[in-house]
């Protein structure tokens, strides 16, 4: 059975850094990208960021460029999101995902997400 | 980025009823849309992916349906176990966006 699990969420003030952290089983972590997805109090679902299966490329959405970044350790099955320079907005609960990929013509669809885990609230605030 | 919009935001039915949710993208996505329930507390589960394919292990009374701007989530015989929020998903385009989701309350 293919099990996700978020932790690390906390309270943060605003400028603060959090690393996440996503333990995965069921699957070989090597095989998939993955993602984090985030949920703001009463919005939708936002996708973040994600982390090729070898950790050689990494995409973020634009407004966390340069703040966050995502690593991965397929040996011990995890994924990790360092959040750095964290404002308000940034609260939300987070989501660890893994990535299905569909192809057109060659090339790569973004990812939409066939396993997640419960999510860890981090909440940005003075 | 590509904008997704659910209606309704809620919808309230009886057991055994047929529920529609429909999603709108701002611009043609072909079919490479995905539906995902999440109830709350859970983590989000796909039903759907390229628009009306079942995810294994889905009920059959989860239809998915549409091409290009417009497509529908149908439930066909609402079950007490379908309250939840259902959110749709664009993939055709990077960053993938999602709807801001469609409450289902029975």
């Known amino acids: 059975e293919v099990q996700v699990v978020e932790s690390g969420g906390g309270l943060v003030q605003p400028g603060g850094s959090l690393r996440l952290s996503c333990t995965t089983s069921?699957?070989?972590?090597?095989?998939?990208?993955m993602s984090w997805v985030r949920q703001a109090p009463g919005k939708g679902l936002e996708w973040v960021a994600n982390?090729?299966?070898?950790?050689?490329?990494?995409n973020f959405v634009e407004s966390v460029k340069g703040r966050f970044t995502i690593s991965r350790d397929n040996a011990k099955s995890s994924l990790y999101l360092y959040m750095n320079i964290l404002r308000d907005e940034d609260t939300a609960v987070y989501f660890c995902?893994?990535?299905?990929?569909?192809?057109?013509?060659?090339?790569?669809?973004?990812?939409?997400?066939?396993?997640w885990g419960q999510g860890t609230l981090v909440t940005v605030s003075s | 980025d590509i904008q997704m919009t659910q209606s309704p935001s809620n919808v309230s039915a009886f057991g055994g009823d047929r529920v529609t949710i429909t999603c709108r993208a701002s611009?043609?996505?072909?079919?490479?849309l995905a539906w995902y329930q999440q109830k709350p507390g859970q983590a989000p589960k796909l039903l759907i992916y390229?628009?009306?394919r079942l995810e294994s292990g889905v009920p059959s009374r989860f239809s998915g349906s549409g091409s290009g701007t417009a497509f529908t989530l149908t439930i066909t015989g609402l079950q007490p176990d379908d309250l939840a929020t259902y959110s749709c998903?664009?993939?055709?385009?990077?960053?993938?966006?999602f709807g801001q989701g469609t409450k289902v309350e029975i």
């Open positions: 611009q043609s996505i072909s079919r490479w």
């Open positions: 069921g699957f070989a972590l090597s095989n998939y990208r």
């Open positions: 995902a893994r990535d299905r990929v569909a192809y057109s013509s060659g090339y790569a669809k973004a990812p939409y997400f066939d396993n």
């Open positions: 982390i090729k299966e070898d950790g050689s490329e990494m």
């Open positions: 998903q664009q993939y055709h385009s990077h960053p993938g966006t």
């Open positions: 390229q628009a009306s």
